[in-house]
């Protein structure tokens, strides 16, 4: 493999300049606005995976934004590992990043990835810090999936812009585009079946992409992409679809396979959950299911048995609403 290979495409092809971004047009206004202006406020952005959230706040927190001295002015902090989402990280770190002016800027940023990880303790602190800070130079930058995690009176010090998955065309061109910059050979199958299966997860895509090209070309490997966590999900989509063609005789065996995979493999759930819920195959019901095991599934006690409750939940709400609706 090349060089050039070798490097991290993700990180190498990630968009740098706001221009590149894929963003509404009164968004990219508003974002032109603050760079220029250097008036950078409380950011929020909500949305599924895949809409460009981080990409944004990286460019903002960038010498394309507001920010020329990273190294002293950005406190990068990723929501939802163990050590940083406690009130401790809030109270030994956070805050004593904030307690010193900013060097060469006119801000220092906390930028949040994943904040609705965050737990309730460090979201009360996080309120006053806000206020304490903002009048100065702090600002705070959020991303998260789930809007609805992050506390009203919290959401309240925070410009909101709620982001949609990137269209899968521009996904397709983007992929073509490193392809094409690495000489690497392809066909547009093969790059058309990673999309598929990862879609909207654009890292997990051009990752595997970049595991999958050797020696100048494109080889999937299929049971490198089609993950454990894709087969779970897809298994719960496909009950769903069995229950509203009334073939509930199918699903029993649909269950046992995902039950096999569930005793068989540690699963990274919180990714299971987001793609469930951002999924347009699932009905309104099944997403108020799925929502409720997701903002309860760090408190279980054995995940996979957690998940399996959610998944018997949405077969007996199905079974009862179509019972409902067609009698049957």
């Known amino acids: 493999m090349s060089e050039l290979v070798e490097a991290m495409w993700i990180e190498k092809y990630r968009p740098k300049e706001l221009k590149d971004l894929v963003l509404p047009k009164q968004y990219k206004t508003d974002f032109?606005?603050?760079?220029?202006?250097?008036?950078?406020?409380?950011?929020l952005f909500s949305g599924p995976p895949g809409g460009g959230k981080t990409t944004l706040a990286r460019v903002l927190c960038s010498k394309h934004g507001v920010l020329f001295n990273r190294k002293d002015n950005l406190l990068l902090v990723n929501g939802s590992?163990?050590?940083?989402?406690?009130?401790?990280?809030?109270?030994?770190?956070?805050?004593?990043?904030?307690?010193?002016?900013?060097?060469?800027?006119?801000?220092?940023?906390?930028?949040?990835?994943?904040a609705d990880k965050l737990t309730t303790d460090a979201f009360d602190s996080l309120r006053g810090i806000i206020e304490k800070y903002h009048v100065a130079y702090g600002r705070f930058i959020f991303t998260c999936n789930y809007i609805s995690k992050i506390p009203g009176p919290l959401q309240s010090r925070f410009t909101p812009y709620v982001?949609?998955?990137?269209?899968?065309?521009?996904?397709?061109?983007?992929?073509?585009?490193?392809?094409?910059?690495?000489?690497?050979?392809y066909e547009?199958?093969?790059?058309?079946?990673?999309?598929?299966?990862l879609y909207p997860d654009v890292r997990s895509i051009v990752n595997?992409?970049?595991?999958?090209?050797?020696?100048?070309?494109?080889?999937i490997n299929k049971d490198l992409i089609i993950t454990h966590e894709k087969t779970v999900t897809s298994g719960v989509v496909e009950i769903i679809s069995l229950i509203e063609k009334s073939k509930d005789s199918s699903i029993g065996k649909v269950v046992n396979s995902i039950i096999e995979i569930l005793s068989k493999h540690d699963l990274e759930f919180s990714n299971i959950y987001t793609t469930l819920f951002f999924n347009s195959k699932i009905p309104a019901p099944a997403k108020i299911?799925?929502?409720?095991?997701?903002?309860?599934?760090?408190?279980?006690?054995?995940?996979h048995m957690h998940f399996m409750a959610m998944t018997f939940e949405?077969?007996?709400?199905?079974?009862?609403?179509?019972?409902?609706?067609?009698?049957?």
């Open 208 to 219: 595997i992409m970049q595991k999958c090209s050797w020696e100048g070309i494109l080889k």
């Open 163 to 185: 982001f949609q998955q990137l269209p899968k065309e521009f996904v397709l061109n983007y992929c073509k585009n490193i392809l094409d910059t690495e000489s690497i050979k």
């Open 81 to 114: 590992t163990r050590k940083t989402r406690s009130i401790g990280y809030v109270d030994t770190v956070i805050e004593p990043f904030l307690k010193y002016p900013p060097a060469q800027d006119k801000y220092k940023v906390v930028f949040i990835d994943e």
């Open 32 to 43: 032109e606005r603050i760079i220029k202006r250097c008036a950078l406020q409380n950011l």
């Open 314 to 328: 949405i077969i007996k709400a199905l079974q009862s609403y179509r019972k409902a609706v067609v009698g049957k």
């Open 289 to 303: 299911i799925v929502n409720k095991y997701s903002n309860s599934h760090q408190n279980c006690l054995v995940p």
């Open 188 to 197: 547009d199958k093969d790059i058309n079946f990673i999309i598929n299966q």
